[in-house]
């Protein structure tokens, strides 16, 4: 089992859509966890943290459920511009504080 | 520009020769960290330096992978004998402790 799984996609949304992504994680151990956004050959870039009382950054708002090891990534409104691939991240619970990465849900949207 | 930077930004290959990729890390960050990223996959993690210190590698850094930071400034990833499953994006990061700031990455295509 992969330690951060997520729907692959692709989401293919109209403008102003409302996408919602999903995520889980098996270390329950875990402590903080991030989405990133990559858009096509480019770097990861961090999007927003996640609390765990829920955190909302403009049109997007990222939710985290301990207790189901869930987290996820609502996109209000989306812009063209949304269009990137997005992943989800848990700081391993290890130490040094290293990156675990989904596979990462592919977002379209389109006119 | 004050960004994580790699060099070169691509690099094409015969199977079996050694390359060898640099990062310079955001000035004053003492960690940092190399993924190696594949098509459809997120990066996965392969090692992390503390200054000049080699703390974690992962078990997928091989025998034919060797990576430096001699002075804890910049970074060196080699890979020897090149074989055909090693293309990929590798990426480099950098962070104080915090957020982990990434480089373009340098893709490698072995042919």
């Known amino acids: 089992r992969k330690e951060v799984e997520q729907d692959p996609g692709p989401f293919n949304v109209p403008e102003g859509a409302t996408v919602a992504f999903n995520c889980t994680y098996s270390?329950?151990?875990?402590?903080?966890f991030f989405w990133y956004r990559q858009d096509c050959r480019k770097e990861p870039k961090l999007l927003m943290s996640?609390?765990?009382s829920g955190n909302e950054d403009g049109r997007f708002t990222a939710q985290l459920n301990r207790a189901s090891q869930y987290i996820s990534l609502l996109i209000r409104d989306s812009k063209l511009s949304d269009s990137a691939t997005y992943l989800c991240?848990?700081?391993?619970?290890?130490?040094?504080?290293?990156?675990?990465f989904g596979a990462g849900t592919r977002l379209a949207v389109h006119p | 520009d004050t960004g994580v930077s790699q060099d070169p930004r691509h690099k094409i290959t015969k199977r079996g020769q050694n390359v060898t990729f640099r990062c310079d890390p955001i000035?004053?960050?003492?960690?940092l960290y190399w993924y190696r990223q594949t098509l459809g996959q997120g990066p996965e993690f392969l090692t992390y330096?503390?200054?000049?210190?080699?703390?974690?590698k992962s078990r997928l850094l091989s025998d034919r992978f060797s990576a430096e930071r001699p002075k804890g400034s910049f970074s060196t990833l080699e890979i020897q004998r090149t074989e055909q499953g090693d293309s990929a994006m590798y990426l480099c990061?950098?962070?104080?402790?915090?957020?982990?700031?990434f480089g373009d990455g340098t893709r490698l295509s072995i042919l």
């Open positions: 990061a950098s962070s104080p402790l915090g957020p982990q700031h």
């Open positions: 270390n329950s151990a875990s402590q903080s």
């Open positions: 996640v609390y765990s």
């Open positions: 991240v848990v700081l391993d619970a290890g130490g040094y504080n290293k990156l675990i």
């Open positions: 000035s004053e960050h003492n960690r």
């Open positions: 330096f503390q200054n000049e210190a080699q703390l974690e």
